[in-house]
């Protein structure tokens, strides 16, 4: 009996020093995440407020990225959105400083490799972003350059040409991510190969002619203009 209260007591003592000694990293890693919250959340408002100031809707105005945020349904503004992604990759570094302090390895080190691989993420949304960018004002172009000839065609080949563009932005984005990269790398060469072959048979098997009609109005119409001047 008095080994077995002896080793109680050690037990208990033992156990005492370490919550002494746990509870200021507990106070430390609760005032940590209260601080980065709340600063996190003031950014958040900073950004938003930055980007309404910069007017950046505008410049996705009547463009596959303004179509995205409205049906995506967010609950949110494109600028909250934006927000919100700053809000999050800040109280990750948070998160990651609170656990360190708490002295939980594991999870510092999972934490570390995910923050690690916040840019390669950055980095793919801003090519998926100017890539739907791009593809809308392909969409316009190409729309612009043949309306006047041939406003059905100009529709389609305007549809055509931007998912053309936003299938190779996809493909950008997802290889950004170092995910499947060869793979992606072989679906590129597929996808331009299949273009190349399905562009050049369409011509030799009936499509010349159609572009040949197209080519002569667009011309004539030229033509005309040219004169009138």
Known sequence: MPQLYQSLTVLKTETLIEISAFLPRLAAALLILLIGAAVAKAVKALAVKLLEAMKVANWVKNTPVEHFFKNAEFGEKMEGVLGSIVYWI????????????????????????????????????????????????????????????????????????SYLVLIIAVLAAINELRIASELIMVLFIGFVTMLSLGFGLALGFGGQYIVKDVLTKWYKQTSEEVKKK
Do not use: Q
Request: aromatic share 4%.
């Open 90 to 161: 800040l109280m990750l570094v948070v998160i990651h400083s609170t656990v360190s302090v708490l002295g939980l390895a594991s999870l510092t080190h999972v934490l570390e490799r995910v923050i690690a691989y916040v840019p390669r993420i950055i980095s793919s949304i801003l090519v998926l972003f100017f890539g739907l960018l791009v593809a809308g004002v392909v969409e316009s172009l190409v729309k612009g350059s043949i309306m006047s000839v041939d406003g059905r065609s100009a529709r389609l080949l305007g549809k055509i040409s």
